[in-house]
């Protein structure tokens, strides 16, 4: 009778750990390694992210050191409507420190909340307040929505490749 017991907690162990191991695997974020300019899929959207240079900012909003534009194309590739906004690029500099995108009306193209129709590409702008520097490397760093139901992160580097 004992040795049933120690059988079942034994399978029991083996049967947990099983479970965990597929539950974390399920749930690990896949970091996707891209370069500016190609395609790349996170989730329910495929990007093109390029980056289009710096400037100054506009009357109302100056930054604190150089904005850094960057342009998205985006398309949903599904056949359910989905969002994208502004919050969810972030930048990482060379000292791999995040930064979040600025939001203004800088031009018609700025980026804030999008909703995508399916297989209807949009290209938009947005930028970030860093101190730039043009021999460093950038990253550009595309989380999905929440909705987007994906552990798909994408990570795509825009300049000195």
Known sequence: MAGMGVIIV???IIASIIFANYMYTQYTTNYIEAVGGKATIVGPVEYIITFEGTHEGSKEVVPE???VKIGITAKNITDKKTII???QFYIVDDKEQKHEAVYGEFSSKDLFLETLEPNKPIERTTQFDIPF???KQYKIIIR?????????TA???ITNC
Not at 144 to 152: E, F, G, Y
């Open 144 to 152: 999905p929505q929440k909705d987007q139901s994906t552990v798909d």
């Open 10 to 12: 034994v399978g029991a």
């Open 65 to 67: 050191n150089t904005f």
């Open 155 to 157: 990570v795509v580097c």
């Open 133 to 135: 520097d043009e021999e």
């Open 85 to 87: 906004s502004g919050g």
